[in-house]
């Protein structure tokens, strides 16, 4: 079962936006030390609506040989297009991932049926299970948790990435997926009081910037002790907010930088993040005690 502290990976860029893949090895030494539990490879926060087929391949490709089976690797594939998402899914089927994330299709906006058969189809090709994954504030669809229910019945699907931040779904999905399947938060913000009411862990914007932290959060809640968890968590407050004071992944792209692990490159139609944010985002890294590199 897939569980605890992933974190969904920018991907470095250069300044001109080509990818780093010196950087990227950086980045997955960083997280094997810091004591991340898996890794997603080309998900939002890794700008996949901008990578094109075979890039998006190499990265996932790459990012197998530099982890080199040290951690677990969760390849995202999805896309609003079935087919496109089958295609995608089978060329990286071959590499030694543990999962593919898959985004409900954003933008044409499918019925809760479409959406069914979507996974289903996708979770009927490929050899390694599928992770939903519901971001309606993105995709603008919601997967009903009475779609979710039916779908952990397929014997390749077998995670829910829920960024919704609607808390009251952890117990309908808990008691109707069964103990078996992971819920797995996808907002940093809930993600705490999501483990503290049976969530299995967490897909991560803020463990790019704090991977030991947030490991440490993960294993505290999902223990239950939720007065220890929450005193990790307030540690982590601003954080959560600040690196979503701009499109994600703008400010953990900066974030990043700062900390001397990639390089300054994000791609058109994103953004750097705007001088007048930085300071905030600095002063949640240094309340969650990040060391910057050096200027």
Not at 207 to 223: E, F, K, S, W
Request: hydrophobic share 45%; aromatic share 4%.
């Amino acid at each position: 079962m897939l569980a605890g502290s992933m974190v969904a990976l920018v991907t470095p860029m250069d300044a001109d936006g080509a990818v780093s893949y010196a950087d990227l090895g950086r980045l997955i030494d960083f997280h094997l030390q810091s004591g991340t539990q898996a890794l997603i490879i080309a998900g939002t926060t890794g700008e996949s609506a901008t990578l094109d087929h075979n890039e998006h391949i190499e990265l996932i490709e790459t990012a197998c040989e530099l982890a080199g089976g040290r951690m677990p690797i969760v390849a995202g594939t999805g896309s609003n297009s079935t087919a496109q998402t089958l295609a995608l899914s089978k060329a990286v089927d071959r590499l030694p991932v543990v999962a593919f994330l898959v985004v409900t299709p954003y933008y044409n906006k499918p019925t809760q049926e479409g959406m069914y058969r979507h996974f289903c189809m996708i979770a009927d090709a490929v050899r390694q299970p599928l992770i939903l994954y519901n971001v309606p504030g993105r995709t603008g669809v919601d997967l009903h948790s009475s779609t979710v229910i039916r779908l952990s019945e397929h014997g390749n699907i077998a995670s829910l990435k829920d960024a919704t931040a609607e808390l009251d779904r952890v117990a309908t999905l808990r008691n109707g997926c069964g103990p078996e399947f992971s819920l797995l938060s996808g907002d940093d913000a809930t993600s705490c009081e999501f483990m503290l009411r049976g969530g299995n862990g967490v897909i991560s914007v803020t463990a790019n910037v704090a991977p030991a932290t947030m490991r440490a959060l993960c294993d505290t809640a999902r223990t239950g002790k939720r007065a220890a968890a929450e005193r990790i968590d307030d540690k982590l407050r601003l954080l959560h907010d600040t690196l979503f004071v701009e499109s994600n992944p703008i400010p953990v792209k900066w974030a990043v930088r700062r900390m001397g692990l990639a390089g300054s490159g994000i791609r058109l139609p994103l953004t750097p993040l705007a001088a007048e944010h930085s300071d905030a985002v600095l002063a949640a890294m240094a309340a969650a005690e990040i060391e910057l590199a050096a200027a």
